[in-house]
């Protein structure tokens, strides 16, 4: 497979940018494959996402690192630059619903996502089988109410110690306390439904039914200490009717939230999703 190096830029929108940017590749050989860009005019923001042949440009990713930073410090970027050899390092946390854990695998197994996934954790044994078949460590680090702390901690423990560039809340039914929500920021995602907050709660898809909605979905975001308010990285729907029963939801919903959360953590995977405040750049 061919080798790239991507780089991602944020920076305030100026005149240049991208004559210096690609005039810089292009001065040291290097083969642009894939460009993206985007200014937002209402916050004078500039974004930007480029695709470089690793071959052509004939130098290792620090020494080019090295050589781009002056650049950035004059147009006051936010930027990095990654190596496709690197594979993404993944932690997936599931409870007792599969249908989330169970796509991510198949996918990770067919080659569409491009990582490594490090270890399952989850707060019960259900899927233990599941993933050890696969070949996958799993953890178990149960969560009660009166020890959720020392839980949390192991879960820390954990992902640092499998050195996880990504955590994955594959339906994983339990609140990440503030601390892991500053600790890992723009590295955590998580899938939920889209009736929050109108049907927050238990059965949410049952009580969506009761008010006859027309529409369901799923939503995939970036984790912050406020609950499902994170950046929203891929929404999906699915048109119901009132011919469809609670039960035709629920298995409706499970097939947006497994897309969703596999196109979400596709794009960050691939360095397409740029992070604004609240808000995200997606180069999709």
């Not at 923001?45 to 130098?59: K, N």
């Not at 609670?246 to 097939?255: K, N």
């Amino acid at each position: 497979m061919s080798h790239y190096y991507r780089l991602v830029v944020s920076c305030p929108d100026r005149v240049g940018i991208v004559s210096r940017v690609s005039g810089f590749i292009a001065g040291h050989g290097g083969s642009i494959t894939e460009a993206s860009q985007h200014s937002d005019l209402e916050t004078g923001r500039f974004f930007m996402r480029y695709v470089i042949l690793a071959d052509s440009i004939g130098m290792p990713p620090e020494t080019l690192r090295e050589a781009f930073a002056p650049i950035a410090e004059a147009f006051d970027m936010t930027w990095a630059l990654t190596d496709t050899r690197n594979r993404p390092r993944v932690v997936l946390m599931v409870s007792k619903e599969s249908h989330c854990l169970v796509d991510l695998l198949y996918r990770w197994t067919a080659g569409e996502l491009d990582c490594d996934i490090a270890a399952v954790i989850s707060n019960h044994e259900t899927m233990r089988g599941l993933v050890e078949w696969h070949g996958i460590a799993y953890h178990h680090v149960p969560v009660s109410p009166d020890e959720k702390q020392v839980a949390f901690d192991e879960v820390v423990r954990l992902v640092d110690e499998v050195r996880a560039d990504c955590v994955v809340l594959a339906r994983y039914m339990q609140i990440l306390p503030q601390s892991i929500c500053e600790r890992y920021a723009g590295r955590v995602i998580n899938i939920h439904h889209s009736f929050l907050p109108s049907f927050a709660g238990a059965k949410p898809y049952h009580q969506a039914y009761e008010r006859g909605v027309k529409l369901i979905g799923a939503t995939c975001h970036y984790v912050t200490e406020e609950l499902d308010a994170g950046p929203i990285i891929e929404q999906d729907i699915h048109r119901v009717t009132h011919c469809h029963t609670p039960g035709d939801l629920v298995r409706f919903g499970r097939d947006v939230e497994k897309s969703v959360l596999a196109r979400g953590l596709r794009w960050h995977l691939e360095d397409r999703v740029l992070i604004h405040g609240n808000k995200t750049v997606v180069f999709a």
